[in-house]
């Protein structure tokens, strides 16, 4: 059961990614693509221990790095997804009454990821100039990231739930 | 309950600093060399890429979809029956006016491929940019299954679009010209000089150097790839035009700033050449000139000191248009 509801969740973190990489592209918004896969991470995330949001987020951000086309080295985006899942993940308790502050997260978390993900390539000596159209991809980001949010929250724990058993989430409490 | 043990058993943030150097080390491995973990990438991207070509594919009934979708629960009938018309109509326009767009691409790439002699494969894009932030690449709908190999060129109507840097059986990846890791071999129409023309990453701003310091360009020369023998791209395919020249840092020569003739951001149909042309075709399939700019030079001269004033002006003029208002010109300063 726990198996099937592992390969559940992965199974819709690859539709996250195939519609990131296919439609989100191809509608033409000015500056960074929507964050799809990052919301849908940290939708998750909001029900889950930073350790659990910060593995869900590694394999999610590997995803994201290697789905056709990026040329992004292995690693970046899932360094950069852990980190920032792992943080939203320990945040919950602050943030989780309130409607707006879970969106302002959103927005904060798909800047700090850019940024993380940036310092790791750079660090790493990835020889692309990373910094093109920079600053245009975060303002744009943290404006795409809390209207996604939005939607893609809600849907997420939803289906977290609907494939979680209700043992384990006692467990989990 | 017996349980093994499970990441909350550990202090999480031994597994958050695991996983973040796990990162950094495959960041290195992977920016480094390709061979390390590049099974594990074209594995992956030969799962994937049907997917996205399944998304590709059901991406325009999505949205006739919610089209229809909004029609139902309207109350009065008749006006449900006639929105559900005009909109039928406007999707048939808008339906009909992308085909009448796709068949004039698919025109121009033809045009193109039968002028240089090129054998292409045509294929549709199905994904531009990587989503992950950084990189200008495309992901295109056809792969080895049709005779698509690494390094080929990729062309649309109006010019060169990149190289394929990746295969799958049937998708490629496209390194579009303006990633800042492309460089092609560039010939100056006409003079032929030859310089290297780099991405930067915007869309309309592609640098060129020169390897020969003493090398000039002007505002308006156009430019065709430069294919040496064994080289990568296939020779000929024109590239852009030049709209900015300066000095270059650090050396005497120059460096100038060229637009693509394809536009990057709105690519649909390309083509890529699947057989190098046995000639060079040279200039050939640079598009008529239409809108470049011809610099009209008008002198006249000052009564008295006999001093001239020459004013420059670019216009978008045809040349018969340009050549006209030359002779006319050199009469008026005959009289």
Do not use: C
Not at chain 1, 67 to 75: A, D, K, L
Not at chain 1, 125 to 148: C, E, R, W
Not at chain 2, 116 to 131: C, E, T
Not at chain 2, 140 to 150: F, Y
Request: no cysteine; aromatic share 6%.
């Amino acid at each position: 059961m726990k198996n099937f509801r592992f390969a559940l969740i992965a199974l819709a973190l690859v539709v996250a990614a195939v519609m990131e990489s296919t439609w989100l592209t191809l509608i033409g918004l000015p500056g960074a693509v929507p964050p799809l896969m990052l919301m849908a991470v940290l939708g998750l995330a909001l029900r889950r221990s930073p350790a659990n949001a910060a593995v869900v987020g590694f394999f999610a951000g590997l995803l994201m790095d290697v789905i056709p086309p990026s040329t992004t080295p292995m690693g970046v985006s899932a360094g950069a997804f852990a980190i920032v899942a792992f943080v939203v993940a320990g945040l919950k308790p602050y943030i989780e009454g309130s409607p707006a502050l879970p969106l302002a997260a959103a927005s904060g978390a798909a800047v700090a990821a850019i940024v993380i993900r940036l310092f790791i390539a750079v660090t790493t000596g990835v020889s692309q100039n990373l910094t093109d159209n920079l600053f245009g991809n975060l303002i744009t980001s943290a404006v795409y990231a809390p209207l996604l949010a939005v939607a893609v929250f809600p849907a997420v724990q939803w289906f977290d739930r609907f494939v979680t058993p209700r043992v384990t989430t006692t467990i989990v409490r | 309950m017996a349980r093994r043990r499970t990441p909350s058993d550990i202090d999480p943030r031994f597994i958050l600093a695991g996983l973040v150097v796990l990162s950094f080390l495959l960041s290195l491995i992977d920016g480094r060399s390709t061979s390390a973990l590049g099974g594990l990438r074209s594995a992956s991207a030969t799962v994937l890429s049907p997917m996205q070509n399944l998304a590709f594919s059901i991406s325009s009934p999505v949205v006739s979809f919610f089209g229809d979708w909004s029609e139902v629960g309207s109350k009065d009938e008749r006006i449900s029956a006639l929105e559900a018309q005009n909109d039928a109509l406007r999707r048939q326009i808008a339906g009909s006016k992308d085909a009448r767009r796709r068949v004039k691409e698919l025109d121009s790439l033809l045009n193109t491929a039968g002028l240089g002699n090129f054998r292409i494969v045509a294929a549709r894009v199905m994904s531009i940019g990587s989503a992950s932030g950084f990189g200008a690449t495309a992901l295109i709908d056809a792969g080895s299954a049709d005779g698509i190999k690494v390094n080929m060129t990729v062309i649309a109507g109006a010019g060169m679009v990149g190289r394929v840097l990746a295969v799958t059986n049937n998708s490629a990846t496209v390194l579009l010209i303006v990633d800042s890791t492309s460089t092609v071999g560039a010939r100056v129409a006409g003079s032929g000089q030859v310089g290297f023309l780099s991405g930067t990453g915007k869309p309309h701003q592609l640098t060129l150097e020169f390897i020969d310091d003493t090398t000039k360009v002007a505002v308006g020369d156009r430019l065709v790839s430069y294919g040496v023998k064994d080289g990568i791209f296939v020779p000929g395919v024109p590239l852009g035009t030049v709209t900015k020249v300066r000095k270059a840092q650090g050396t005497n020569g120059q460096l100038a700033y060229v637009d693509p003739f394809a536009d990057i951001t709105a690519l649909d149909l390309v083509g890529v050449i699947v057989n190098k042309p046995r000639t060079d075709p040279r200039d050939s399939l640079l598009p008529e000139p239409k809108p470049s700019p011809t610099v009209t030079v008008t002198v006249t001269v000052a009564p008295g000191d006999g001093a001239f004033a020459v004013k420059t002006t670019a216009t978008p003029k045809t040349s018969t248009t340009a050549k006209a208002t030359a002779s006319s010109t050199s009469t008026g300063k005959k009289k």
